[in-house]
């Protein structure tokens, strides 16, 4: 009667349950981390970020703050689909994972945005079919707690549609980058995201016809969100050129391409 069936480790019945409320005693400062992580990024200083991330990581796990220590994984998520090193990486995915099981945290938004970031290092690594199910589970958790209209569904609905894509199960993707778009445009200031998904939708209508005009349309509307006037050319901005720059140059728009990596430099570098 104790057996219990061996399952997939990617089962989003695993994330259930009631979060662990137990405070740490000595946390780390999370919020201060994070102001100088942002300051590093916006000076280029990827190196010294990482290093930043992994200090912080060790203080927190030496101290029993899980939540400073999964705080802190989720940003190496981020970096690491960022500088490609698949082991670190995915080292991140099973420490956050392993941290959101043992605290019961998989039902809660802050414990499922968590998820999404390592379901999305999971795609960029190769390995959407397993991303697909904690996306799944991360929009019941986000429709249970969230109104339809907050920006964190443009992100989920984003990546679940580029999982799809690999995946190849375009009609799904197509509906996650339209519902993205939806929940976008009910945000202030969308230019950023706007433009990320009318790239991802670009790339998908390649993916089932190069000749598909509606290519040409979502990338000249991608161009226009990116140089839209109240946009602000901050660290946000630059890195949201990173994720576009390379379809433009993938669909042959090398002067954008080119311009918008110019901007991404000045911006880097403070001028």
């Not at 057996?3 to 662990?20: K, Q, V």
């Not at 405070?23 to 102001?35: E, G, L, Q, T, Y």
């Amino acid at each position: 009667m104790d057996y219990i069936e061996p399952c997939c480790c990617f089962d989003s019945s695993a994330y259930r349950g009631i979060p662990d409320a137990e405070p740490c005693r000595n946390p780390i400062d999370v919020p201060a981390v994070i102001r100088e992580l942002d300051a590093l990024y916006n000076a280029g200083r990827e190196r010294d970020a990482l290093a930043l991330l992994e200090q912080w990581r060790d203080t927190a796990r030496s101290r029993g703050d899980w939540r400073g220590e999964l705080s802190m994984l989720s940003e190496l998520l981020g970096y690491h689909r960022r500088d490609g090193d698949r082991e670190k990486a995915m080292a991140a995915v099973n420490g956050a994972l392993d941290l959101i099981r043992i605290h019961r945290m998989g039902a809660t938004v802050s414990g499922a945005t968590v998820l999404i970031n390592a379901a999305t290092t999971l795609k960029a690594f190769g390995r959407a079919k397993e991303s697909l199910p904690i996306f799944e589970h991360c929009a019941r958790v986000y429709a249970d707690n969230l109104d339809p209209t907050d920006y964190r569904f443009a992100g989920l609905y984003n990546n679940m549609g580029l999982s799809y894509e690999d995946e190849g199960d375009y009609l799904q993707a197509e509906r996650s980058f339209r519902l993205a778009l939806n929940v976008i445009a009910h945000s202030r200031n969308p230019e950023n995201e706007l433009a990320v998904t009318c790239c991802n939708l670009a790339e998908l209508y390649d993916r089932q016809d190069p000749e598909d005009p509606r290519i040409g349309e979502y990338m000249e509307m991608a161009w226009e969100y990116l140089n839209a006037e109240s946009l602000p050319h901050n660290g946000y901005h630059a890195f949201t050129i990173s994720k576009c720059a390379p379809s433009f140059d993938y669909f042959g728009y090398f002067l954008y391409a080119k311009e918008l990596k110019e901007r991404a430099e000045q911006i880097y570098a403070g001028t």
